[in-house]
């Protein structure tokens, strides 16, 4: 394990990464991924020069295609663009990798020469609340060190997953043709939070019904300004790929006029906060759970001193103590 | 809209309901749905009393026949067993009903005129959490105003109405031949929490297939020292009903033998303590979220001149605020 580091370490390491050292930014990556007050340091670090990069989140049932189509994009930008690309593969079911790259993702190896491309997968670090606090984290981190297009593609569709793409300016849903039935739970979800929708693997029979359907489905929930295009791509031969950045363009722009990405970005930012204030007040009531004070609440509780509503005030209580003393004096 | 009643008025309503006047428990009932201050005291007072009811959940998927299930468990109570019984029908998905008996409970309207059978719906307040939190209190009230057997029966499988007819001390699980279509989602959420599995409608074709696979499932997924009954019945025609009842009543015995009643109620109370709990850290984030100094936060955040991580800990200090002036002075 790494032993803490300085204020001045970190800067050192974050100025490494910005001249393009791999190795200090895949260092700064696992200091994110892992929280604690380094990671807070770092964080507040990049969030004040972070702001120019673009995100684009990729998701979608497993076998997709998503990762097959993520990397036939970054090819698409590195030959059309030639813009440094950063790409977070994020799967919450997995465990801890330490960062290193998804043994099964063998599409992306074709860009593991390239110095332009960075790819890195980060996984479940015990509760899944940090996970969504930490890909945001990271995104801006790939953003203050100079990579101006991250990538964050989600292995599954989950609701952290969901959660996760949704936080990306550009939220591409990957589906298939007759996808209805395996993404059952979250179809809803899933449109919700689409700007462009992808039919892969449209070679094959159905892709006209799911285009139909889908189309469908926007007009009934849908009352928007932008209505997210239908891309048919077949990931593995490329077609469709150069219409799905077309389309991911599209929807920048889009943003990008009439202030719609900064407005995005401040909600974002705002969800991102009451995420975090959440996920410290479920810190604070697990901690009160396990206090001494709540055994004895307990016994009340069993014995009938005390009924369940009591029992929460006391809780409560506790709880707010514990707030208090997480966090120093309140504001006057 | 009723005044605020004083407690010794309280105490009158629920001394009538324990004499048997419907119109004083109907009151009180709504007065535990409303929740406030009024619904608190009647929660503290029957909490003391009650402990000697024997509280059974039904749940299942809309169509599944509970409701015609339910209708004729308890025509069953009453011929073989002589007791009074309650029925609890709650409906999340409802607006709220004012304490009427549902319209569409066709087969409810048999035990009308039977002084010795009650019947209430539930349906939404509001927040959805309210509904958790009221529906233990309610079954509470009936049990210490003299009803010794409560039915708790919900409407659909959505999360809320799993975790209410997890509650009770006895969970029936409603699914028909061919069910696993149509609870996809909630299928493992159902398993886990049922007691006595019921294949309801039974005469259709599939019924022994779906026995195999709830008997497969239960022996992948379970490993307790009860394992869940399978019964098959036709609510329709009252075929296994008895059956039913039969499992029902074992599994009671069962619970009752070696204090495993004592320690599921004692859980209960606990899972009930934390959810009162949660909600209200919840509601005073809501209170936090709206203040003037989270308006302050929210321009600092698009300023820049804070982070998230900053700016969830000025909202977490202004929730240990909101706690602070809600709950008095912390024990000491």
Chains 1, 2 share one sequence.
Not at 34 to 49: D, H, I, M, N, S
Not at 154 to 163: N, P, S, Y
Request: aromatic share 4%.
């Amino acid at each position: 394990m790494t032993a803490a580091l300085s204020g001045s370490k970190l800067s050192e390491l974050f100025e490494a990464s910005r001249s393009g050292n791999r190795g200090a930014l895949a260092r700064l990556l696992s200091l994110v991924e892992r929280g604690g007050a380094e990671g807070r340091e770092l964080a507040r670090l990049t969030f004040k020069t972070a702001g120019s990069a673009y995100a684009i989140g990729f998701t979608g049932a497993p076998g997709s295609g998503k990762s097959t189509l993520t990397s036939a994009v970054v090819a698409g930008i590195r030959s059309r663009l030639s813009s440094p690309v950063a790409v977070l593969a994020v799967d919450p079911s997995s465990p801890v990798t330490g960062g290193a790259i998804l043994g099964d993702r063998v599409r992306m190896q074709q860009h593991a020469l390239d110095d332009a491309v960075f790819i890195r997968s980060m996984a479940s670090r015990g509760h899944l609340g940090g996970l969504a606090a930490a890909v945001p984290e990271a995104v801006r981190l790939l953003d203050a060190t100079g990579w101006p297009l991250v990538i964050v593609e989600t292995v599954g569709v989950g609701q952290v997953e969901i959660d996760v793409a949704a936080m990306c300016d550009t939220v591409v849903v990957v589906v298939n043709p007759g996808w209805g039935d395996s993404v059952q739970a979250n179809k809803a979800g899933l449109l919700e939070i689409a700007d462009v929708l992808v039919i892969n693997k449209a070679d094959r029979p159905g892709a006209k019904e799911a285009a139909r359907d889908l189309r469908l489905m926007l007009q009934l929930s849908r009352d928007l300004q932008w209505t997210p295009p239908i891309v048919e791509t077949v990931a593995t031969t490329g077609d469709g790929v150069a219409e799905l950045w077309d389309a991911i363009t599209s929807h920048r722009y889009y943003l990008e006029q009439g202030g719609h990405l900064a407005s995005r970005r401040a909600k974002r930012a705002k969800e991102e906060t009451v995420r975090i204030a959440r996920r410290r007040l479920d810190t604070a009531l697990g901690a009160a759970l396990k206090g001494a004070a709540n055994a004895e609440v307990l016994a009340a509780l069993s014995d009938k001193r005390m009924d369940p509503d009591e029992a929460a005030d006391r809780l409560v209580s506790a709880v707010a103590l514990e707030l208090r003393d997480a966090a120093g004096p309140a504001p006057s």
